[in-house]
C-alpha cells in the first residue's frame, strides 16, 4: 500500500491551523497513526487509529479521515510543533509510511 | 516505564552484515511485537520488519534476503541482522513496539549505522 503525504513541506506562522494529508493506494480501514519527529528525535505517536489522541498529546492536534484519505490538524500552531510529521498504514503489512512533511516557520 | 535501546556498530563496511540489539525494559517480548524501522539521513522512515509475541517474524520484501530478527526473551532483547550491506542501508535504525491494537507507541533512541569502507 502506498501512503502519498502531502505537502512534503509547509512555511507556516505561529497561530495558523495546519493540515497534513495522507491518501492511502487502497482502502486502509482507519488503520492509520501519525508521528512527530524533532530533529535528532525518534518519532513520537501522535494519532493512532485515525482519530484517537495519544497519551500526553495536546488538544491542538486532531486526526480524521476514513477509507484511503487521512488527515492530520494543528489548531493554533505554536513553536512546540514546528517538526516533521509521518502518516503510517497498519492494515497490510508490509507497513508504509508516508515521505514525511516538514514544517517550517515563515 | 516503558524503554527500548538500540546499540550497534556505528560503521560498517560495504558487503559485510550489520548486528543491532534492541533492549527493552517495562514490557514483556512475549506479550508485545518489536519493529524494526529505518531512516537514511534526509529521509523518511521505512519498515524494516517484525518479530511477533510468539517469536514469528515478518520482513519487507525488498530487504527479505538479507534480514534475520531474532530475540533473547531471557534477556530482554530482539537483534537484527542484515548481510550484503550497501551505501544505501546508511540510516538511523529505530526499534518500536506494538501490542494488541498498539502499534508504534513508544520508541528507542534510534542506532546510527553508516555503511562505508
Known amino acids: 500500500i502506498q501512503m502519498t503525504q502531502s505537502p512534503s513541506s509547509m512555511s507556516v506562522s505561529l497561530g495558523d491551523t495546519v493540515t497534513i494529508t495522507c491518501r492511502a493506494s487502497q482502502d486502509v480501514g482507519i488503520y492509520v497513526n501519525w508521528f512527530q519527529q524533532k530533529p535528532g528525535k525518534s518519532p513520537r505517536r501522535m494519532i493512532y487509529?485515525?482519530?484517537n489522541l495519544a497519551d500526553g498529546v495536546p488538544s491542538r492536534f486532531s486526526g480524521s479521515g476514513s477509507g484511503s484519505d487521512y488527515s492530520l490538524t494543528i489548531s493554533s500552531l505554536e513553536s512546540e510543533d514546528v517538526a516533521d510529521y509521518h502518516c503510517l498504514q497498519y492494515d497490510e503489512y508490509p507497513l508504509t509510511f508516508g515521505s514525511g512533511t516538514k514544517l517550517e516557520i515563515k | 516505564q516503558v524503554q527500548l535501546k538500540e546499540s550497534g556498530p556505528g560503521l560498517v563496511q560495504p558487503s559485510q552484515t550489520l548486528s543491532l540489539t534492541c533492549t527493552v525494559s517495562?514490557?514483556?517480548?512475549?506479550?508485545?511485537?518489536v519493529h524494526w524501522v529505518r531512516q537514511p539521513p534526509g529521509k523518511g522512515l521505512e519498515w524494516v520488519g517484525a518479530?511477533?509475541?510468539?517469536?514469528?517474524?515478518d520482513y519487507n520484501s525488498a530487504l527479505k534476503s538479507r534480514l534475520s530478527i531474532s530475540r533473547d526473551t531471557s534477556k530482554s532483547q530482539v537483534f537484527l541482522k542484515m548481510n550484503s550491506l550497501q551505501t544505501e542501508d546508511t540510516a538511523i535504525y529505530f526499534c518500536?513496539?506494538?501490542?494488541?491494537?498498539?502499534?508504534?507507541?513508544?520508541w528507542g533512541q534510534g542506532a546510527s549505522v553508516t555503511v562505508s569502507s
Open positions: 518479530i511477533w509475541s510468539g517469536g514469528s517474524t
Open positions: 518500536t513496539r506494538s501490542g494488541t491494537e498498539i502499534v508504534m507507541d513508544a
Open positions: 487509529r485515525a482519530t
Open positions: 517495562g514490557f514483556s517480548l512475549t506479550s508485545n511485537s
